[in-house]
Nanobody, 124 residues
């Protein structure tokens, strides 16, 4: 079991930046990838980005490609999501999740352990 805690959310104006953190504890060695997802009110949870543990290979949703960067710091057991050039449509609760199987996944069903979420609000 892995415990995940997100932090770093907040409110910014369009064009601004935020950096989200996902701190992991417990059996972190048993997971192969960490992903970021987001969910806006009335919408389904959607994929944002993921990073593979073995080689740090990354994948991004088309909607955030070029603006968001996912990275990790193994010494701190933390995965980050740097969000630049934020848009109002980025407003959502952002969740990090850990995948306990080889490879990566771009859907929520590919992950097993989830954080509690952190709110990101982008105003016009």
């Amino acid at each position: 079991q892995v415990q995940l805690v997100e932090s770093g959310g907040g409110s910014v104006q369009a064009g601004g930046s935020l950096r989200l953190s996902c701190a992991a504890s417990g059996r972190t060695f048993s997971h192969y990838a960490v992903g970021w997802f987001r969910q806006a009110p009335g919408k389904e949870r959607e994929f944002v980005a993921t990073i593979r543990r073995s080689d740090s290979d990354t994948y991004y949703a088309d909607s955030v490609k070029g603006r968001f960067t996912i990275s990790r710091d193994d010494a701190k057991n933390t995965v980050y999501l740097r969000m630049n050039s934020l848009k109002p449509e980025d407003t959502a609760v952002y969740y990090c999740a850990a995948r306990p199987w080889p490879g990566v996944a771009l859907t929520p069903s590919g992950y097993a352990d989830w954080g509690q979420g952190t709110q990101v609000t982008v105003s016009l």
